[in-house]
C-alpha cells in the first residue's frame, strides 16, 4: 500500500512557476513508476509527466520545455517544476505511483494560472 500526498498547488499569474511536491509513504518508494496527472474541469484525465523507477522521464507535447519532474528516493517524494505557466495549464493535479501489478492516486492539488 502506498499513500500519497501532494502539495504546492495554488495561483500563480501566467508566465509564473509553481512546484509541485507528492510524499510517499507506506511501501518502497524507489520501486514505483511516479506521474504527474491534471484533469480541467469537464475535461479527462491526462498525463502531464512521468519518471520511471530507473529515472527515465516522459512529457506530455503541451508542457515540454517548461515542466520539469524530479524525484528524491531519499525523501520519498517527487516533484514538477512548472514554469511559464499558461492559463490551460488551470486544472487538479494529481499524484500517482505505480508498477505492473497495482496504480495508486493522491487527492489531488488545484492549480489555477490567472492574472
Known amino acids: 500500500q502506498v499513500q500519497l500526498v501532494e502539495s504546492g498547488g495554488g495561483l500563480v499569474q501566467p508566465g509564473g512557476s509553481l512546484r509541485l511536491s507528492c510524499a510517499a509513504s507506506?511501501?518502497?518508494?524507489?520501486?514505483?513508476?511516479m506521474g504527474w496527472y491534471r484533469q480541467a474541469p469537464g475535461k479527462q484525465r491526462e498525463l502531464v509527466a512521468d519518471?520511471?523507477?530507473?529515472?527515465?522521464?516522459n512529457y506530455a507535447d503541451s508542457v515540454k520545455g517548461r515542466f520539469t519532474i524530479s524525484r528524491d528516493n531519499g525523501k520519498n517524494t517527487v516533484y514538477l517544476q512548472m514554469n511559464s505557466m499558461k492559463p490551460e495549464d488551470t486544472a487538479v493535479y494529481y499524484c500517482n505511483a505505480h508498477n505492473v501489478y497495482v496504480n495508486y492516486w493522491g487527492q489531488g492539488t488545484q492549480v489555477t494560472v490567472s492574472s
Open positions: 507506506g511501501s518502497i518508494f524507489s520501486a514505483y513508476n
Open positions: 519518471i520511471r523507477s530507473g529515472g527515465l522521464t
